[in-house]
């Protein structure tokens, strides 16, 4: 064999070597997506949507204005109870006077009292009641949907709209039994996803204790029946992230790793 043809076999072992040494370093990461914890704002009684004072994708601050829903009803519940409130107070004045003069008897001046403090703990039910038929913005952040619009009926406790502070965006993220060991609380992950910023990282804060089967929405053909858990990391640039958007986790942030695409 000619020495030229030994210095090109060499020159292709050498390049073959160095591929492989950089699939082994390779590391394809864990599948996962983002997910945010919402603030659902939502009435305490049913009622019609009587105003809406803001639209999606609003920045709202903490007591902004959100919505408002229709108070006949309490206002009604408000004005009957003051109109108890006065009798009670006049039927408690009399008590009072007729006891002072001796005329009356200590049992109707302590049931009196009795009514009067009932008749003044409904009256500020009833204010609270009415307060609350209009919504303020219990928190900082974006209007991420509307539920119920003006002129519709929302049922007690259901959202009218969910409200997205900037600091809930999360990573949820799948890890194999056998990788557990790599990974703990507190550690810092890199995140990778199309067009996100280079430097992306997440700190992990929860890490399930109990295993399940990889979810239909990352599992692919070779996954479905594996078992893994559940790990939740914060990223620190969730302004950067959209909700549902999928990525890639990498618990060695220093290793080359494989693109999204």
Not at 49 to 76: C, F, M, S
Not at 161 to 182: C, H, Q, W
Not at 184 to 192: E, F, I, K, L, S
Request: aromatic share 6%; charged share 20%.
């Amino acid at each position: 064999m000619s020495s030229h043809k030994t210095c090109r076999l060499f020159t292709i072992l050498a390049l073959m070597l160095a591929l492989a040494g950089c699939n082994e370093r390779r590391d394809p990461g864990y599948q996962g997506w983002v997910e945010a914890d919402m603030i659902f704002v939502s009435p305490d009684e049913s009622g019609r949507i009587t105003k809406l004072d803001i639209r999606e994708g609003d920045e709202v601050q903490i007591g902004a204005p959100l919505y408002a829903v229709d108070d006949d009803l309490q206002q009604a519940d408000l004005n009957q109870n003051n109109a108890t409130l006065a009798n009670a107070k006049q039927t408690f004045d009399r008590a009072q006077s007729l006891s002072k003069t001796g005329s009356g008897t200590q049992a109707n001046l302590d049931a009196a009292v009795s009514a009067l403090r009932v008749a003044e703990a409904r009256v500020n039910t009833s204010q609270t009641r009415l307060m609350r038929r209009k919504a303020f913005a219990p928190i900082s952040g974006t209007i991420q949907q509307i539920y119920f619009r003006e002129g519709e009926m929302v049922p007690a406790q259901r959202p009218v709209l969910s409200i997205l502070p900037p600091g809930n965006m999360k990573i949820r993220f799948y890890v194999p039994e056998t990788d557990l060991a790599k990974l703990a609380v507190g550690d810092v992950v890199r995140v990778a996803c199309d067009n996100c910023a280079a430097d992306l990282t997440a700190k992990i804060y929860y890490i399930a204790t109990t295993a399940e089967y990889t979810p239909p929405v990352i599992y692919s053909l070779d996954e479905r029946n594996k078992l893994v858990y559940l790990v939740q990391a914060r990223p620190n640039k969730p302004a950067s992230v959209r909700v549902g958007q999928p990525v890639s986790v990498f618990a060695h942030p220093t290793i080359p790793v494989a693109t999204t695409r």
